[in-house]
């Protein structure tokens, strides 16, 4: 092979190298834009624990809903998918009302704000969906909060008398054996 084919071949390959630095560029640019258009898409049922949190909060003596997973246990009750994107729904209706406030999000609002939301909704009249998203999720959660044994303490209830039953059952009351 001659001298002239070697640059040639040289050229050719410095061609290529730089067509194909050019490509990549373009394509970052290209792809890069795309992607700073894509909007993270964000769980839509972030907001349902703090929801919950907000309706049964944690004091001195009891847990919060989210200390005993109410959320996921209020999630395991809904059977069909209209029910999930009725939960969905309300959350993001929640999530709207605290961007209207000011907050990114329900989560991230504070508790006053929380509060207030909360409070908007139990006051919809009761055909708004709202208010029977607020009413049905507020049911759910407190049956399931109150049938949680770790919720009673605080109650100053031990619990239901059987399997144990009453020991003492044959003595009259105030002669416990």
């Known amino acids: 092979m001659g001298r002239f084919h070697r640059i040639l071949l040289k050229r050719r390959r410095v061609l290529r ?4 630095a050019g490509v990549l560029a373009g394509a970052h640019t290209v792809f890069g834009a795309a992607a700073a258009r894509l909007r993270v898409v964000k769980d839509p049922l ?9 309706l049964l909060p944690a004091d001195g003596d009891s847990p919060g809903a989210s200390a005993l997973d109410l ?29 209207r406030r000011g907050a990114p999000d329900f989560a991230s609002a504070g508790p006053g ?12 009249p009761p ?15 407190f049956r399931l909060y109150y049938a949680d044994p770790r919720s009673w ?17 044959a ?3 105030g002669r416990e054996r």
């Open 17 to 20: 190298l730089s067509l194909l």
């Open 46 to 54: 972030a907001s349902l624990p703090a929801f919950l949190d907000t």
């Open 71 to 99: 959320h996921r246990r209020v999630m395991a009750h809904i059977r069909t998918a209209g029910g999930r994107r009725f939960i969905a729904w309300g959350c993001g209706w929640l999530d709207g009302e605290a961007r």
């Open 113 to 124: 704000v929380r509060e207030r939301i909360v409070a908007q909704m139990a006051g919809f």
């Open 127 to 141: 055909a708004r969906r709202e208010y029977v998203f607020f009413d049905a999720v507020r049911a759910d959660a």
């Open 153 to 169: 303490p605080a109650l100053g209830y031990d619990g239901p008398p059987q399997p144990a039953g009453f020991p003492d059952h």
């Open 171 to 173: 003595s009259p009351p």
